[in-house]
């Protein structure tokens, strides 16, 4: 008695380990992982039953099956019945529309989707997913139609286009151009209505620019932009740099730029700055002028920009400035983006258009630099002054002095780096600073464009 008593004592010792031990190793064995295999959707709430939606399934523990049904008003179809033989931890499956479900006219669908995993969880089953979404099925592409736009647009150049664009689930709206910049409209005077400031960058050999409208199925409508291009011819500038510049302006600033630490020859130096340097300083003048507002916009009217009262033209806009020293052609080159503008001494740096001050600090060779958002993707800038009188986030109103010219960052003399930006691409200064020029290419079509509007309603 005693004995049989002790061993079924140990026998259930034994059992008792054995339960534990399989416990423990069904818990922390990943052939036991309880995770459902995670599942997403490129779609999930309308579709146009052109794009496919493409499920991506994940598992750690590998995938067993996967099943997805389109379920309509009238009947279902099986569109994907996977068997994964292997543990193959991911897959990618495209679901495409059955063809009775585009003739049963069904507002909205649902597809169901069911994916297990290879765990040995759940008496050997694996763990399994099922989701399901109702997708509005929305087949009509947005309506869009431009009505009014610049009738040209110059190398380097600004324009304008406004357009009309409507569907119920609008997802965006945005103009895209043959050089990979994507201008983003605002909505304009009345609801429907949307306007850009175009742009035609100096570096870009040709323009063009498509305004797209796409709709959360991914329906999509184009509209090319009605534009005459008019080229432009830039000055080629060579330029040989002497010792007494190098040892000179180009040592001053070697001094004070993080990109110089360490660097002691002098053409190298140079180098650095005209383009490393340059290239910061513009990235971020760029990031500061890309910006623009959702609200919508009921009039467009700048005055012409005269930033310096009687300020000469020292060297114009788009100049590209090649560089050769003793001998070497072509040691460095870089574009001018902007106006240098000279009259006196710290003269008064002017904002002829109202605006928000957006920069105003030192930055790089642009010396002490404010940068005015006036709204609409226009943005204005002014390098090398000697002193600001704005902060950021200052309102500045028509003629309202901002700054004194000077020559801080890379300047040689006195003088006013003024800089026009539409959506953060550098454009000709003098177009806005004539008034014809804003009046043929700008404010009429605006006018235009408002009375057009104002008839359809
Ligand atoms: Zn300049």
């Keep these: 008695m005693r004995r049989s008593r002790n061993g079924s004592g140990i026998m259930g010792l034994v059992i008792s380990a054995i339960v534990v031990g399989a416990i423990g190793f069904m818990g922390f064995s990943s052939k036991f992982e309880r995770v ?23 598992d750690a523990s590998g995938l067993k099956s996967f099943t ?3 379920v309509g008003p009238h009947d279902e179809w099986v569109v994907v019945d996977d068997v994964t033989p292997s543990k193959v931890t991911k897959k990618s499956f495209q679901i ?59 190398k380097g150049g600004s324009a304008i286009v406004i357009f009309k664009a409507q569907d119920e689930q609008m997802e965006s709206l945005k103009i895209k151009t043959s050089f990979g910049k994507t201008f983003i ?15 035609w960058p100096v570096q870009s ?50 001094n004070t730029y993080e990109q110089t630490v360490g660097v002691t020859d002098r053409l190298e130096q140079f180098r650095i700055i005209n383009e490393k340097v340059r290239a910061d300083n513009e990235k971020i003048i760029h990031e500061v002028t890309s910006k623009v507002s959702n609200t919508m916009i009921s009039d467009f009217k700048p005055i012409p920009f005269y930033p310096l009262v009687n300020g000469q033209k020292v060297a114009d806009f788009g100049d590209h400035r ?16 902007g106006l240098d503008l000279a ?33 609409f993707g226009l ?12 902060q950021e986030k200052d309102h500045v109103v028509s003629a309202q002095e901002i700054a004194k010219t000077g020559m801080s960052g890379y300047a040689m003399g006195d003088h006013l780096h003024f800089g026009i930006l539409v959506q953060g691409i550098e454009v000709r200064p003098e177009e806005w600073m004539d008034s014809k020029w804003i009046q043929d290419n700008i404010t009429s079509i605006v006018d235009t464009a408002k009375m057009f509007i104002d008839q359809q309603q």
């Design 96 to 154: 495409l529309p059955p063809k009775g479900v585009r003739n049963a006219e069904a507002q909205s669908i649902v597809l169901k989707i069911e994916a297990t995993d290879n765990s040995l969880w759940g008496m050997f089953m694996g763990n399994t997913h099922k989701e399901e979404v109702t997708l509005i099925i929305d087949q009509r592409a947005p309506m869009l139609s431009i009505i009014s736009s610049s009738y040209k647009i110059q």
């Design 379 to 390: 943005y204005t800038l002014y390098g090398h002054c000697a002193e600001l009188h704005v």
């Design 68 to 70: 997805a049904t389109i």
């Design 185 to 199: 409209a605002q909505p304009f005077y009345k609801k429907g209505y949307y306007a850009s400031l175009l742009a």
């Design 205 to 254: 050999e040709t323009f063009s620019a498509t305004v797209v409208a796409r709709d959360k199925a991914g329906n999509e409508t184009q509209g090319s932009v009605p534009l005459r291009l008019k080229d432009h011819l830039y000055k080629v500038s060579n330029i040989e740099l002497s010792d007494a510049f190098l040892e000179g302006k180009i040592a001053e600033l070697a």
């Design 36 to 58: 459902d295999p995670k599942i997403t959707l490129s779609k999930t709430a309308y579709w146009n039953f052109k794009e496919p939606i493409n499920v991506n399934v994940e």
């Design 343 to 375: 009259s006196v001494h710290n003269g008064s740096v002017i904002a002829s258009n109202g605006g928000t001050v957006v920069f105003a600090q030192p930055n790089g060779i642009y010396g002490n630099l404010p940068i005015i958002d006036h709204g």
């Design 322 to 337: 090649i560089y050769s020293y003793k001998g070497q052609e072509n040691v460095s080159q870089a574009y001018h983006m």
